[in-house]
């Protein structure tokens, strides 16, 4: 089957396309040339777009940011996140860490009850707060 590309007006094979769920055909309406121009174009004139926006956000949610990345790390390290997970549940205790060490001036971290390498869910059920020197001794 054949196709009329949107940008550089070919008519080309369908298989020249992108695949696009929400369109009728299936398709992108631009073929893959001019998709990939286009997305190189987006790019040299905003280069650092997603990571500025990343760090945007992440500066503007910190108690989410921290759950992400403890969730990421503790998937490193072998940890099992169960299908029921909680983000909102885990961010609390993300946010009660940073409340705790800006409250004292004693850096607290979130820890795991049960460690990750034991076994250990990340989950908010088998989340604690502990200092830092306290968690590192644990460790």
Not at 45 to 57: L, T
Not at 75 to 88: F, H, I, K, Q
Not at 119 to 128: E, F, I, V
């Amino acid at each position: 089957m054949m196709k009329k590309c949107t940008t550089c007006k070919a008519e080309l094979d369908t298989s020249s396309f992108n695949k696009d769920n929400s369109r009728f055909d299936k398709l992108q309406a631009s073929c893959r040339k001019c998709s990939k121009e286009a997305a190189v174009r987006f790019n040299i004139n905003r280069p650092n777009y997603k990571k500025e926006s990343s760090a945007r956000w992440d500066k503007e949610n910190p108690d989410k940011a921290a759950a992400r990345c403890g969730k990421k790390d503790a998937v490193r390290r072998g940890a099992v996140v169960p299908d029921n997970y909680d983000s909102v549940a885990a961010t609390i205790w993300y946010t009660l860490a940073r409340m705790i060490t800006k409250e004292t001036g004693i850096k607290h971290e979130v820890d795991h009850i049960v460690p990750c390498r034991d076994g250990g869910l990340h989950c908010a059920s088998n989340m604690q707060v502990l200092t830092k020197t306290d968690n590192h001794l644990k460790g």
